[in-house]
């Protein structure tokens, strides 16, 4: 069993940044595979960013690619979100997910964190 704990997110004008951080507790962090999904009023939850268990492979969603940056430090068990250049269309609820590789980038990983609401305002 993995708990997942974000924080990190909070209100920022366009053009600004954020760091979401996902504390992880529970068993084999390292191994997992692990991802930040969000989802927007009245939009489906959609994957944001990917890492494998090792950090050495990451994916994107196209509309994040460049300004968004995916880490994670297995010794601390937590993993990152760096946002810069925020835009409005950015503003979501983010999660921290974990699983297999496979399962994080089709969207289906087996543990899920609450939530950290992000705004950016124009």
């Known amino acids: 069993q993995v708990q997942l704990v974000e924080s990190g997110g909070g209100l920022v004008q366009a053009g600004g940044s954020l760091r979401l951080s996902c504390a992880a507790s529970?068993?084999?962090?390292?191994?997992?595979?692990m991802g930040w999904f969000r989802q927007a009023p009245g939009k489906e939850r959609e994957l944001v960013a990917a890492?494998?268990?090792?950090?050495?492979?990451?994916r994107y969603v196209d509309s994040v690619n460049g300004r968004f940056t995916i880490s994670r430090d297995n010794a601390k068990n937590t993993l990152y979100l760096q946002m810069n250049s925020l835009k409005p269309e950015d503003t979501a609820l983010y999660y921290c997910?974990?699983?297999?590789?496979?399962?994080?980038?089709?969207?289906?990983?087996?543990?899920w964190g609450q939530g950290t609401q992000v705004t950016v305002s124009s």
């Open positions: 997910a974990a699983g297999t590789y496979t399962g994080v980038v089709s969207g289906t990983p087996t543990y």
């Open positions: 529970g068993r084999s962090f390292s191994t997992y595979a």
């Open positions: 890492i494998n268990w090792r950090g050495a492979s990451t």
